[in-house]
């Protein structure tokens, strides 16, 4: 079973970055499509970034296009959010998920609700 553990949220000015880590204490982490879903105050959780197990394609919101990079360290069981030219929308609670599709069609044709697990999340929060 596939147990997520997000780290690296914080407290960040704009203009700044972090990097973002979803590990798993459990098994069978590569089977999966790891995605970064996020959720704002009062909004719904939203996607941000998969990447895809079988070819390494990765997906992203046109939001953070250009400004985040996932990536996979399959020796460490990790996938890594890089965030740069954070702004205060990006403000929100971090989440990885993952998905049995393995090539993130799931996250695309689905969004949160085809998602299998979750991790608890990591808060962001960037200060003007």
């Known amino acids: 079973e596939v147990r997520l553990v997000e780290s690296g949220g914080g407290l960040v000015q704009a203009g700044g970055s972090l990097r973002l880590s979803c590990t798993d204490s459990?098994?069978?982490?590569?089977?999966?499509?790891i995605s970064w879903f996020r959720q704002a105050p009062g909004k719904e959780r939203e996607g941000v970034s998969c990447?895809?197990?079988?070819?390494?394609?990765?997906y992203y919101d046109d939001s953070v296009k250009g400004r985040f990079t996932i990536s996979s360290d399959s020796a460490k069981n990790t996938v890594y959010l890089q965030m740069n030219r954070l702004t205060v929308e990006d403000t929100a609670v971090y989440y990885c998920?993952?998905?049995?599709?393995?090539?993130?069609?799931?996250?695309?044709?689905?969004?949160?609700?085809?998602?299998?697990?979750w991790g608890t999340g990591t808060p962001v929060t960037v200060s003007s």
């Open positions: 998920a993952a998905d049995r599709s393995k090539t993130c069609s799931f996250y695309r044709t689905m969004g949160r609700r085809g998602m299998d697990y």
């Open positions: 459990g098994f069978g982490f590569e089977n999966y499509a």
């Open positions: 990447i895809s197990r079988t070819d390494g394609n990765t």
